[in-house]
């Protein structure tokens, strides 16, 4: 088992920018590919980001890509993402995921509590 809690969630103002953390226990989370997940009020869970295991690759959903970063620390058994010139339409619960590298959420066997982002005007 691996159980995954989410950090640094809050209100920012679009154009700013705001670091979610997730923190891994019980075991390592090295064999495992880790993804970033949100679901906004009312919408399905959707797909934000993933990163391989060894940090082999990574792959963003195109309303992200070229403003989000994830990266993992397996030393610190945890992973990041970087979050820039946020967006209204970035408000959301942010999940973190660990489990078989892909897009949906089917994937992920292990799954962290949620963080919120709320992005104002």
């Known amino acids: 088992q691996v159980q995954l809690v989410e950090s640094g969630g809050g209100l920012v103002q679009a154009g700013g920018s705001l670091t979610l953390f997730c923190a891994a226990s019980?075991?390592?989370?090295?064999?495992?590919?880790m993804a970033w997940f949100r679901q906004a009020p009312g919408k399905e869970r959707e797909f934000v980001a993933v990163?391989?295991?060894?940090?082999?690759?990574?792959y963003y959903t195109d309303y992200v890509k070229g403003r989000f970063s994830i990266s993992r620390d397996d030393a610190k058994n945890a992973i990041s993402i970087q979050m820039n010139n946020l967006k209204p339409e970035d408000t959301a619960v942010y999940y973190c995921?660990?489990?078989?590298?892909?897009?949906?959420?089917?994937?992920?066997?292990?799954w962290g509590q949620g963080t919120q982002v709320t992005v104002s005007s």
């Open positions: 019980e075991r390592t989370i090295s064999t495992y590919s």
């Open positions: 995921a660990a489990g078989r590298y892909g897009s949906a959420a089917k994937n992920y066997d292990y």
């Open positions: 990163i391989a295991t060894n940090a082999l690759g990574t």
